[in-house]
Nanobody
Framework: QVQLVESGGGLVQPGGSLRLSCAVS????????VAWFRQAPGKEREGLSC????????YYAASVKGRFTISKDNAKTTVYLQMNSLKPDDTAVYYC??????????????????WGQGTQVTVSS
């Protein structure tokens, strides 16, 4: 059974940085794609980035490109989202997820089967 556990969220001032972690267990994380999403109150869940089974970032949403970086650790059991130059609009609950087709990044939230519980990120002065 796949388990995803996010951590690293919190309160940060505008312009600050956070690194989110997604601990993956129950699957061969080395061979699975993992994506990061976020959802702000009253808004749809937004796909931010995905790292494929080869460890390559496949996409970044326009809203975070150049500021956020997705990566895996050497053991490939944890996926990170480094978030720099944070803005108040980045305030949301952040989730990691694995796709229905486990090896390839997919485009929409409905294409993802397994989700973590989420971690809150609040950007405010």
């Amino acid at each position: 059974q796949v388990q995803l556990v996010e951590s690293g969220g919190g309160l940060v001032q505008p312009g600050g940085s956070l690194r989110l972690s997604c601990a993956v267990s129950g699957i061969a994380a080395d061979y699975h794609a993992v994506a990061w999403f976020r959802q702000a109150p009253g808004k749809e869940r937004e796909g931010l980035s995905c790292i494929n089974n080869s460890g390559r970032a496949e996409y970044y949403a326009a809203s975070v490109k150049g500021r956020f970086t997705i990566s895996k650790d050497n053991a490939k059991t944890t996926v990170y989202l480094q978030m720099n130059s944070l803005k108040p609009d980045d305030t949301a609950v952040y989730y990691c997820a694995t796709p229905r087709d486990p090896y390839y990044c997919q485009s929409g939230a409905s294409d993802y089967l397994n989700w973590g519980q989420g971690t809150q990120v609040t950007v405010s002065s």
